[in-house]
């Protein structure tokens, strides 16, 4: 397919996964596919299936009646090349049930086919019996035929539930989970350097939708002097896109998204931020929150217990889209893009310099060679902020039995890691419990590193960590 980059690992594990199909005495195989909304699962599935060539089904359910899902069902399945696909031709069926009884018939029965129902937490949200259903037909039908059943949906927390032990479906199917292009990813597409892929990758959030519009070489000056004015493009849609089929009205998600993504990260501030809002509906709004992996929330990294805990946004791109672009749509509406490019520019350095901070630290954990017993990285805070660490690494988490190394992130153009910095850091280092002299420090800086004593990690080694 055009602009299809990166996913080797992806497309070699559902390759597994289809080599199992047709053997054992259950032919049939399912996959539980999980991930973020936009990160790419679908083309993923449908990149799978053009290269398998075998007959196969797609089929996308939306927000709507079960009824107008199985019209479409039936449809999709009718105009599909599954072999006896005439089947459905002149179907009204009633239910779920006897949807898929029809299904089992029209699939190959001694020959490999891949069905893909994307989207799955629609079709539970207006059958909440279809998880039996799903169970009771995969266990008489499709588990006896060499096919391979891929369920996608973006709904984590529902994803993750279907597979528990006290589910119908439990134990029916292998899970596999999608996230965005890695940064490494986002290096090859756009042809970029990597301190400037690891910029594009903070606006992009490695989102396929997004990258497939961003020219080859392009840097995030000349993207989003491109984007941003036009209303339709896809960075400045997909986030509302995003909030909008993900939440229900009750969970507040946009007020409190975006007191959190516009830097209020302590819930009395993010409370405060909100407005009028009920205590217990901010709680149950953050719940709902977390539970959907839209948020998380960190604790210091020490070896004292802490209850200074803080949220912030997990999806890279949404926080760009929070912080910019949701507050600057009516200009945009109106044709005053650049009133939104002026604000950016003006908080570019500020906002870039903590945005980077999670992806270095999830950078890091993927590091060999840090110093043991290097077990967790994360960062510490006091309330007074009084010190401030941007790196953390100790034996375990969030209570640490031994602090293995401390640095500090520079997101900086054209000003290296220098004596200044140094000597904030010793000065850190020196608030630290569980830290002394000993310990060893680190410096991450887009701009290089003038000072002696310290380990440099470079944008060229961070982008290595994610190949």
């Given at each position: 397919m055009d602009g299809f980059i990166g996913r080797g690992r992806e497309l070699a594990t559902l390759g597994r996964y289809f080599a199992r199909v047709g053997t054992g005495d259950r032919p049939g195989r399912a996959i539980l596919m999980r991930g973020r909304r936009r990160v790419g699962k679908s083309r993923l599935a449908e990149e799978f299936i053009h290269r398998s060539g075998v007959p196969s089904l797609f089929f996308t359910a939306a927000h709507e009646p079960i009824s107008d899902q199985l019209e479409r069902f039936i449809a999709d399945a009718a105009a599909s090349d599954l072999p006896d696909a005439s089947l459905f031709e002149g179907v009204t069926p009633t239910s779920w049930d006897s949807a898929l009884r029809l299904l089992a018939q029209a699939v190959p029965q001694d020959s490999p086919s891949i069905v893909v129902l994307d989207e799955l937490p629609f079709m539970i949200a207006h059958d909440p019996h279809l998880e039996g259903k799903l169970q009771r037909l995969f266990d008489r039908e499709f588990s006896r035929r060499p096919m391979l059943l891929i369920l996608i949906g973006s709904d984590l927390s529902i994803m993750e539930a279907i597979n528990q032990y006290d589910r119908p479906f439990y134990m029916r199917a292998s899970e596999m989970v999608i996230n965005p292009l890695t940064p490494a990813d986002v290096a090859e597409k756009l042809n970029l350097p990597p301190a400037d892929a690891?910029?594009?990758?903070?606006?992009?959030?490695?989102?396929?939708?997004?990258?497939?519009?961003?020219?080859?070489?392009?840097?995030?000056?000349?993207?989003?002097?491109?984007?941003?004015?036009?209303?339709?493009?896809?960075?400045?849609?997909?986030?509302?896109?995003?909030?909008?089929?993900?939440?229900?009205?009750?969970?507040?998600?946009?007020?409190?998204?975006?007191?959190?993504?516009?830097?209020?990260?302590?819930?009395?501030?993010?409370?405060?931020?909100?407005?009028?809002?009920?205590?217990?509906?901010?709680?149950?709004?953050?719940?709902?929150?977390?539970?959907?992996?839209?948020?998380?929330?960190?604790?210091?990294?020490?070896?004292?217990?802490?209850?200074?805990?803080?949220?912030?946004?997990?999806?890279?791109?949404?926080?760009?889209?929070?912080?910019?672009?949701?507050?600057g749509m009516p200009e945009i509406?109106?044709?005053?893009?650049?009133?939104?490019?002026?604000?950016?520019?003006?908080?570019?350095?500020?906002?870039?310099?903590?945005?980077?901070?999670?992806?270095?630290?999830?950078?890091?954990?993927?590091?060999?060679?840090?110093?043991?017993?290097?077990?967790?990285?994360?960062?510490?805070?006091?309330?007074?902020?009084?010190?401030?660490?941007?790196?953390v690494g100790a034996d375990r988490e969030p209570i640490a039995k031994q602090i293995t190394m401390l640095g500090s992130i520079k997101w900086l153009e054209n000003r290296p890691f220098d004596q200044h910095d140094m000597k904030e850091l010793i000065v850190h280092q020196s608030k630290m419990r569980g830290a002394d002299t000993s310990t060893p420090l680190y410096a991450v800086s887009r701009s290089g590193c003038g000072v002696a004593g310290i380990t440099h990690i470079t944008p060229e080694e961070l982008l290595d960590l994610w190949r």
């Open positions: 690891i910029d594009a990758y903070l606006v992009t959030g490695g989102l396929p939708m997004i990258l497939d519009e961003w020219p080859a070489g392009a840097t995030v000056w000349d993207f989003l002097n491109t984007a941003i004015p036009d209303p339709t493009s896809a960075l400045t849609v997909s986030g509302e896109r995003a909030v909008a089929a993900e939440f229900p009205p009750e969970a507040q998600a946009r007020v409190l998204l975006k007191a959190i993504g516009s830097g209020q990260r302590t819930y009395s501030a993010i409370s405060k931020a909100c407005g009028g809002i009920p205590g217990t509906s901010v709680q149950r709004g953050l719940q709902i929150l977390l539970e959907k992996r839209i948020i998380t929330a960190e604790l210091p990294l020490s070896v004292r217990p802490s209850k200074d805990r803080r949220y912030h946004v997990t999806d890279t791109q949404l926080r760009f889209w929070l912080s910019f672009i949701d507050p509406y109106r044709g005053r893009g650049d009133l939104v490019l002026r604000r950016i520019a003006r908080s570019w350095t500020a906002w870039r310099g903590t945005a980077v901070e999670p992806v270095i630290r999830e950078s890091l954990r993927r590091m060999d060679g840090l110093p043991e017993p290097t077990g967790a990285i994360g960062g510490y805070w006091t309330r007074s902020n009084d010190p401030e660490i941007d790196i």
